[in-house]
């Protein structure tokens, strides 16, 4: 969903860029250039001129900008809640004291105060060791087992 917005809204901002940039400045734009001013002649066709067709249609597109911003900016900020009520969930009670622990951003486990109890690369170490002597118990467990 978020790429889809964000796509919509990279278009949206360049049609605006580009309607703006053809509209008739004051001295002489594109928009002049291309038309003619045979258009502007007759007064009676004014609003039909291709200045005022970019006119409205920079008004849709800036509304249209506004809308997918506000979207965006909405989205963004649903996502980051999302991702802090995920990471609170992660804290977890600790030791005989209830010392609460939890990881932050860059996956070091810290305490309720922010001070860093393990780094992740100690942590990744423990997880190692902590898989080899299971994986070491399992070995002797089944060494132990006569066969049949």
Do not use: C
């Not at 790429?3 to 278009?11: K, P, R, S, Y």
């Not at 902590?130 to 070491?136: P, S, V």
């Amino acid at each position: 969903m978020m790429l889809a917005l964000t796509i919509i809204h990279v278009v949206v901002s360049l049609a605006l860029i580009i309607v703006v940039l053809l509209q008739h400045g004051k001295q002489q734009g594109l928009s002049g250039s291309i038309a003619g001013g045979a258009e502007t002649f007759f007064g009676k066709n004014k609003g039909r001129t291709i200045d005022a067709m970019l006119k409205k249609f920079t008004a849709v597109v800036a509304i249209l900008f506004v809308v997918s911003s506000v979207t965006f900016a909405a989205m963004a900020i649903n996502i980051y809640n999302k991702e802090n009520e995920v990471q609170q969930t992660e804290t977890q009670e600790m030791g005989e004291e209830g010392m609460t622990v939890s990881m932050d951003e860059n996956g070091n486990m810290v305490d309720a105060e922010g001070n860093i109890l393990m780094t992740a690369e100690d942590l990744a170490a423990a997880e190692a060791e902590a898989a080899q002597n299971a994986e070491a118990e399992g070995e002797a467990e089944t060494a132990e087992t006569p066969a049949e």
